[in-house]
């Protein structure tokens, strides 16, 4: 498996007495790091005897540190049925949990308490009982994205950790035989490019790393490239030369005139006994982040992150805490340009083995860790991911059932199917009424179109067909203004709520629906009057009437919308009582109308009150009540026009 992972044995194997020979080879391979070879020596012991426990805990052990924990299961069941305690029990249910066996994992793990009393073992152990249940309440981080493995990529080795810069992906791949990894039985890993563009790839022609040759008998993996394309760092380690460091740590390689140069051994490894990989830089190239198992932090491997020092190296690294990092471990950084933080982890709450998280701030501030969901995890180890457009499209890297080799390489893409549009055209028309019944377009007319918030969204002149078209959006309101002078302005709402098909019956991308609405507008004319209709008052009373009040909100309108105007409102009276009454009474109820048209906004400056009281009678002689009822009329007239 991954390289990346492995970190060293600190325990010692006590030596079988019979087939020492055997044993002390497997021993020997087994604290060296090479796990594959020891589980093959260990297993021709069993293969002689197979209850001998310390050939069991060899090759259980060798399975766990080699990150193939699923594998180890028969064996840790075997050591803890002759010999219990608590390591024993709780890998057993790691190694449980990674097979989906949760309810048995949790057994195991409830079995390893009662081997310890150790406080931080106990809240460790019931940390992983409390995350057994939560995958299957775990939803999608992103809803509707699709997973596919890209198996034209994907070779029959390992193929990981994509990451694309400058038109290139680059990768990490087992498919170039550079010698045997003895930790995993699989070909050394190295560092691979080919051409891209987002998802696209030209599979056919990957080559090797051309900034610097991949160096034979050792890992290279998990490369990061500084958004400059000037800097180069990956992982290099597992050399079995005693010449060589110890221990994966991280190298950079800088872009220099005509070339990169030589890798070189980076400071921020600090220790050349700790084991540093997984390096990402941050969105602006100031940071670096890796995955560490340096002293101090809080157990397994943790997430760190250094600062870009004046002399252009990374130094001060510091522990990205508690809420990221577990007993267990995390790694693959990689930072977001929106803030957000993606990596992998085993300590999580999750699907078994290395999930991917994001780590973002709720709505309080506070720094919270989300599993990405089913979409993305899976029983195995999902981690690596990489976004080509973010958050839309990107890859990441799993070894998750049904893949082409070890670890493949998947693409995934937002596949939220595209909202339906819907156009709504309206036609305005402008007209004019020379009668009740006889509608005449008024061309040249200025109509301009509001948006709810206020705001102008557009506005024309109507053409010779008195029509001006406008755009609108679906359940949205509006409001239309058409003025022209000699012409009261006028506005009017208009709605689209309700008037547009429901989208999801839809079957085209875009559909336009054409709707039609019609302003009438009325001449201006200085000193016409013009009657307001049902402005009732009661009897010898001066009083607006609530139903009188409906009909002066339409002249308020009228105010509001033609601001120039300056008004005289009138009232009338009939012949039925004396002169001086009825002039009297007319006055009130004029004035009545006025006050209220300005407690509705209108400043008083623009009205006059005048009482006629029975003084302009339409109908002189009337009889009936419906003629006097003619003559008791409110009438308004402009008397003034201002310049603009």
Same mark, same amino acid.
């Given at each position: 498996m991954r390289p990346y992972f492995l970190i060293p044995a600190l325990f010692l194997i006590f030596l079988l007495g019979a087939c020492k020979s055997l044993v002390e080879k497997g021993n020997e391979q087994f604290l060296s790091g090479q796990y594959q070879y020891a589980i093959g020596s260990f297993r021709q012991v069993l293969a002689q005897d197979s209850t001998n426990l310390r050939a069991h805990q060899v090759i259980a052990e060798s399975y766990r540190l080699s990150n193939r924990i699923e594998a180890s299961v028969p064996h840790y069941q075997l050591l803890v049925a002759k010999e219990p305690s608590f390591d024993g029990y709780f890998y057993l249910g790691q190694g449980l949990k990674a097979n989906q066996r949760m309810e048995e994992a949790k057994a195991a793990y409830e079995a390893a308490t009662t081997y310890t009393s150790d406080d931080r073992l106990l809240a460790r152990v019931k940390k992983e009982i409390e995350s057994l249940p939560v995958s299957e309440k775990i939803s999608d981080y992103y809803s509707n994205y699709q997973l596919v493995n890209y198996r034209e990529l994907n070779s029959p080795g390992a193929d990981y950790a994509p990451i694309l810069s400058e038109n290139f992906l680059y990768f990490t791949s087992g498919r170039s035989f550079s010698g045997i990894y003895p930790a995993t039985g699989t070909p050394y890993h190295q560092l691979f490019r080919t051409q891209a563009d987002g998802l696209k790839v030209d599979v056919v022609g990957i080559e090797a790393l051309p900034e610097f040759e991949n160096e034979l008998g050792l890992n290279q993996a998990a490369l990061a490239i500084s958004p400059d394309g000037n800097t180069l760092v990956y992982a290099r380690g597992n050399s079995t030369s005693p010449k060589d460091y110890p221990e994966t740590t991280l190298y950079v390689s800088y872009f220099r005139g005509a070339g990169f140069t030589q890798p070189i051994w980076m400071p921020v490894n600090k220790d050349e006994t700790w084991w540093n990989s997984t390096p990402a830089f941050s969105t602006d190239g100031s940071e670096l982040y890796f995955a560490s198992n340096r002293p101090g932090g809080y157990g397994g491997i943790d997430l760190y992150k250094a600062t870009k020092l004046a002399n252009g190296d990374f130094g001060n690294a510091v522990n990205l805490g508690p809420t990221i990092n577990t007993p267990d471990n995390e790694l693959f950084p990689r930072p977001s340009k929106d803030g957000k933080f993606f990596f992998a982890s085993d300590g999580h709450p999750g699907f078994g083995k290395l999930d991917l998280l994001v780590a973002e701030k709720n709505e309080n501030g506070i720094q919270v860790i989300r599993n990405l969901g089913p979409s993305f995890n899976s029983k195995g180890d999902d981690f690596g991911i990489f976004f080509t457009d973010y958050p839309k499209a990107g890859y990441i890297s799993s070894n998750r059932e049904g893949g082409v080799g070890d670890d493949d390489i998947y693409f995934f893409e937002d596949k939220t199917p595209k909202p339906k549009i819907i156009n709504v055209l309206l036609n305005v028309y402008t007209k004019v009424a020379k009668t009740e019944a006889d509608l005449v377009i008024l061309p040249q007319t200025r109509v301009v179109l509001y948006g709810s918030d206020k705001k102008q969204m557009g506005g024309d002149f109507s053409n010779s067909q008195g029509r001006v078209r406008f755009t609108l959006s679906p359940e949205s309101d509006y409001s239309i203004i058409a003025s022209k002078n000699g012409y009261f302005s006028k506005s009017i709402t208009y709605s689209t709520r309700g008037k547009t098909p429901d989208p999801a019956t839809l079957i085209q991308e875009v559909t336009n629906v054409t709707l039609d609405t019609t302003i009438i507008l009325d001449q201006l004319i200085l000193e016409k009057s013009i009657v307001l +209709?049902?402005?009732?008052? +009661?009897?010898?009373?001066?009083?607006?009437?609530? +139903?009188?009040? #409906?009909?002066? +909100?339409?002249?308020?309108?009228?105010?509001?919308?033609?601001?120039?105007?300056?008004?005289?409102?009138?009232?009338?009276?009939?012949?039925?009582?004396?002169?001086?009454?009825?002039?009297? #009474?007319?006055?009130?109820?004029?004035?009545?109308?006025?006050?209220?048209?300005?407690?509705?906004?209108?400043?008083?400056?623009? #009205?006059?009150?005048?009482?006629?009281?029975?003084?302009?009678?339409?109908?002189?002689?009337?009889?009936?009540?419906e003629e006097h009822q003619t003559n008791r009329r409110t009438e308004f007239k402009v008397i003034e026009i201002k310049e603009n």
């Open positions: +209709d049902n402005i009732y008052y +009661d009897l010898d009373k001066a009083e607006i009437r609530p +139903d009188a009040a #409906l009909e002066l +909100d339409k002249l308020v309108k009228i105010l509001k919308d033609n601001p120039s105007i300056r008004i005289e409102l009138s009232s009338h009276t009939d012949s039925r009582s004396n002169d001086a009454y009825n002039l009297n #009474l007319s006055q009130r109820r004029a004035q009545s109308a006025v006050d209220y048209i300005v407690s509705q906004g209108i400043a008083a400056g623009r #009205l006059v009150a005048k009482g006629y009281g029975e003084t302009q009678l339409l109908i002189k002689e009337a009889k009936t009540e």
